[in-house]
């Protein structure tokens, strides 16, 4: 088998088609999040901190000279994808979560018996037969 064979057919397997969407979905999820964040969240806490602008939080390491720019340390953008991530990790735990707790329900639901065979209602055709 060619390579380019094995390669056409772990492409085309429905785990990788399902992990290509997923990454896909989460990248637009994870824009979402860091809009939600920046753009809903952190103003009214910022607000609430006395007009704190968290995205502009910074710590000078080195002043800005002539065209050489500031050093910064932007501990307020980490906090704001950390607040980011600390959403998206709970929206990953909460699908999970119901996830398998439908998995869990489905386990738990009886199945049908399966019909008898053919064999198995001649079988009983007969034993009440030798019954009578």
Do not use: C, H, W
């Not at 088998?1 to 056409?8: L, W």
């Not at 939600?36 to 806490?45: A, E, H, Q, S, T």
């Not at 704190?52 to 906090?79: M, Q, R, W």
């Not at 398998?100 to 209602?121: F, Y």
């Amino acid at each position: 088998m060619g390579m380019m064979q094995e390669f056409k057919e772990f492409a085309v397997k429905g785990n990788v088609v399902d992990m290509a969407v997923g990454v896909i979905i989460g990248g637009a999820f994870g824009k979402i999040v860091t809009s939600l964040v920046g753009d809903v969240i952190m103003p009214p806490i910022g607000v609430a901190m006395g007009g704190v602008d968290f995205s502009n939080l910074s710590i000078v390491v080195k002043e800005a000279v002539d065209n050489k720019p500031a050093v910064l340390i932007s501990y307020g953008k980490f906090l704001q994808t950390t607040i980011d991530f600390v959403i998206i990790a709970f929206v990953i735990f909460m699908a999970i979560k119901a996830i398998n707790s439908l998995k869990k329900k489905q386990a738990e639901t009886p199945a049908e018996p399966a019909p008898p065979s053919n064999q198995e209602v001649l079988l009983t055709e007969i034993r009440d037969l030798l019954k009578k």
